[in-house]
């Protein structure tokens, strides 16, 4: 994640292979880090850029800033539109069957959206040592992905034997929106900082599916699926820094993450003679999904003539209260657990070192892995997760 850092005069990125107990023990992979440099410029700037593209191609975005004295306030506004059609071809032999020796299948499909994006921000430096940070952002977009699907099956003399033609459209609308305050306290002493945020986000997805299926009597057969998600992340922290001289320092921090997702789907089949949408009743489901997860961390960092170190624990507490069918079904979690890390560098020469690392992370099971529910995708796709998953 980008962050803005006060105590550096030029912009670096970090890649950190094995983050230490300060980072969440969640996930698997590195990290990168990108620091930006502390803007010195007082006044107005401000930019506009404009792009296009064949089929349908748009992009504009403008941001401006005003700093003076003690304030600073920037915003920005982003608008894209995406128009992508495609065409492919497949041929494929079965010498294993007589009535399907040969099957060719023409897909024809398209995807396109718009988005729009918007944020502002504001800092306040109360004096040199103290500063209060606001941002906020939001983003809309829409899209739709459609796909017509033509498949022919030849038998053995090359004549059809069967064929399949199918149009599904897969739409999404969704709008987001994000506020973070943030409070910087340093001190007189060099290297010693305490830093406090919260944030809170917001997001809104409707998915609507439209399955449209030819049949080679000439009928058609129209079904549907319906999902829709609410998602509220809330999340506090609050971090310190003492040093120990110019070579060791002590870390130390709480963090609180809180989510919550609610969500319901229903599959619906269109009835020919009343023309109207008929629910499938064992294809309906709902979730309400709070999770809290409540962590502390400590780690000691330094160097002793040329060896390096760095030192950690961190402790989380998981919580998990997963309902389905209104409550009917309840999948809940809980439990404590800790994790250490240890990074030990010993420099050779001024180009060459060896590196020892140990940690312990974490691999929790998400919402698509743990929801028993049978999601139907299309007419021939379906997925569901494993509700007994453990970490």
Do not use: C
Not at 172 to 195: A, C, I, Q
């Amino acid at each position: 994640l980008p962050t803005h850092n006060p105590k550096i005069n030029k912009a670096k990125v970090e890649v950190i292979n094995n983050p230490s107990a300060k980072y969440e023990a969640e996930g698997i992979s590195g990290i990168i880090n990108i620091l930006i440099k502390k803007g010195e410029n007082l006044g107005y700037n401000g930019n506009v850029r404009m792009n296009a593209g064949t089929k349908d191609k748009y992009n504009f975005s403008t941001g401006s800033s005003l700093k003076k004295g003690n304030y600073s306030v920037n915003g920005n506004y982003g608008f894209w539109n995406f128009y992508n059609p495609g065409h492919s071809t497949v041929d494929r032999t079965s010498f294993a069957s007589i009535e399907s020796r040969l099957t060719k299948q023409d897909l024809f499909w398209y995807f396109k959206g718009i988005g729009h994006f918007g944020s502002i921000g504001s800092d306040y430096n109360f004096d040199k040592l103290n500063t209060l940070s606001m941002t906020a952002n939001a983003f809309y977009y829409r899209s739709d992905f459609g796909k017509n699907n033509y498949v022919n099956f030849f038998d053995i003399n090359n004549n059809i034997s069967n064929s399949l033609h199918n149009y599904n459209n897969d739409a999404r609308e969704g709008l987001s929106f994000e506020g973070m305050l943030s409070y910087n306290k340093k001190y007189e002493e060099k290297g010693k900082d305490l830093t406090i945020q919260a944030n809170f986000s917001r997001r809104k997805n409707d998915h609507p599916l439209a399955f449209t299926n030819y049949n080679p009597d000439n009928t058609v057969y129209f079904t549907k699926a319906e999902d829709h998600m609410t998602f509220n992340f809330i999340n506090s922290q609050a971090d310190y820094i003492h040093p120990f001289g110019n070579e060791s320092k002590l870390e130390a921090g709480l963090r609180n993450t809180y989510r919550n997702i609610n969500a319901d789907y229903k599959f619906q089949i269109l009835d020919e003679n009343s023309n109207q949408w008929l629910v499938y009743l064992n294809r309906i489901n709902d979730i309400n999904w709070n999770e809290d997860i409540a962590s502390s961390y400590m780690t000691l960092s330094g160097k002793y003539k040329d060896l390096s170190y760095n030192l950690g624990l961190r402790g989380e507490f998981y919580y998990r209260k997963f309902e389905l069918m209104q409550g009917s079904e309840n999948f809940n979690q809980n439990y404590f657990d800790l994790f250490p890390n240890i990074s030990l560098t010993q420099s050779i020469n001024k180009e060459n070192a060896v590196q020892i690392t140990y940690s312990r992370r974490i691999n929790r099971p998400g919402l698509y892995q743990l929801n028993p529910f049978v999601f139907q995708n299309d007419e021939y796709l379906r997925r569901a997760g494993n509700p007994y998953l453990t970490p």
